[in-house]
């Protein structure tokens, strides 16, 4: 079964930082754009980040540009996203997803082949 996984959730205070990662289970991510989105309570699924399946080409949402980086490994078998000088309206459940797309591209549009399951990010003080 082809599926996403994404782990490195967890509460922080209003500052602190994580690190999220997300991994393919059933198949490699090689070949994937890989986007990063975020659904608090109330509100509409949004992007966050997104890498090309190269990795030269990132894109961020405004809301958190300069604060968090997207990367993923040589191998390509796992994305991440730095979350640094975190803030109260960060919370929010996390997913990865992954799509097909032409080379050096990626989206944060939801239109997305996979998705995992999310984890949840949390912060307070």
């Known amino acids: 079964q082809l599926q996403l996984v994404e782990s490195g959730g967890g509460l922080v205070q209003p500052g602190g930082s994580l690190r999220l990662s997300c991994a393919a289970s059933g198949f490699t991510l090689a070949g994937y754009a890989i986007g990063w989105f975020r659904q608090a309570p109330g509100k509409e699924r949004e992007g966050v980040s997104c890498i090309s399946n190269s990795g030269g080409s990132t894109k961020y949402a405004d809301s958190v540009k300069g604060r968090f980086t997207i990367s993923r490994d040589i191998a390509k078998t796992t994305v991440y996203l730095q979350m640094n000088s975190l803030k109260p309206e960060d919370t929010a459940v996390y997913y990865c997803?992954?799509?097909?797309?032409?080379?050096?591209?990626?989206?944060?549009?939801?239109?997305?082949?996979?998705w995992g399951k999310g984890t949840l990010v949390t912060v307070s003080s």
């Open positions: 997803a992954a799509v097909l797309r032409p080379i050096g591209t990626c989206t944060m549009t939801p239109l997305m082949d996979y």
